[in-house]
């Protein structure tokens, strides 16, 4: 079964415009659960312009389902999570001037330094997952640094869904078969969305989690955040 994990970094987004705490980033997470998300995801960036560093902890108390911290283990995001510590971190190789994570890490140029960070966070008891593309070589070194799953990187998929969305899914399937023959799980996001998800849910064998943020919180506007989430955990069951 497929897990559906929502991003709450549009909601801080708007919060942080005004500076109060409108909306409240805790109640939003509350309430994503209590209306059916199987988990919370946060990605606090260098700058904090969504979640902030002081938010970790008081969504950790809040958050019953499955807790997941994304970013960029630089020293600072490691001592919060482990001082935190999530059910789930992915490790995400984003500049700290990204708009958005926009690829996969390379398992083979960064091997020792995933393998030192991977162990520190399984010794601390939590769950790592390292987000990567599609690709053999990366999905062997995954398996290589020790992470327990890898987070597809689905921009791409996203991109060229409508133009060819057998070609555009291909190298997924292929991907997520040859990562369960090697013993990864397999978590996907970025730029999924009400178009999109079924097709690669009902595609992509042993998917146990999607972490949706943009497109999920911009159909809340419309829908509102219950309908949304309904609508969402429908594309994946
Ligand atoms: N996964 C990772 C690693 C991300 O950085 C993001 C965006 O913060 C997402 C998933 C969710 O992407 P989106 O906001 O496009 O749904």
Redesign the pocket.
């Known amino acids: 079964m497929t897990r559906l994990s929502v991003?709450l970094?549009?909601v801080a987004l708007i919060r942080n415009a005004r500076g109060s705490n409108l909306p409240d980033l805790v109640q939003v997470a509350k309430d994503c659960e209590r209306f059916g998300a199987e988990g919370i995801?946060v990605?606090p960036r260098p700058d904090e312009r969504?979640v902030t560093y002081a938010d970790i902890p008081l969504l950790k108390e809040v958050v019953s389902t499955e807790f997941n911290i994304?970013g960029n283990p630089n020293q600072k995001f490691l001592k919060m999570v482990l001082e935190n510590k999530p059910h789930q971190c992915?490790l995400?190789p984003?500049a700290p001037d990204a708009l958005?994570?926009d690829a996969g890490w390379d398992t083979i140029k960064h091997q020792d330094f995933l393998k030192e960070t991977i162990s520190e966070l399984k010794s601390a008891g939590i769950r790592v997952s390292i987000?990567i593309d599609p690709i053999k070589e990366m999905i062997e070194g995954a398996k290589e640094v020790g992470t327990d799953r890898i987070?597809f990187?689905?921009?791409p998929y996203?991109h060229d869904f409508h133009k060819n969305k057998d070609k555009a899914i291909k190298p997924y399937i292929e991907s997520a078969d040859f990562a369960s023959e090697l013993g990864l799980g397999i978590n996907?996001?970025?730029?999924?969305?009400l178009e999109n998800l079924r097709f690669f849910s009902s595609n992509i064998n042993n998917l146990l989690e999607v972490?949706?943020?943009?497109?999920?919180?911009s159909d809340a506007l419309y829908y509102g955040l219950h309908n949304t989430i309904q609508l969402y955990l429908k594309q994946i069951k």
């Open positions: 991003n970094n549009k995801t990605h969504h994304e992915t995400v984003d958005t994570s987000f987070e990187y689905t921009g996203a996907a996001g970025h730029d999924l969305n972490s949706i943020g943009h497109a999920l919180i």
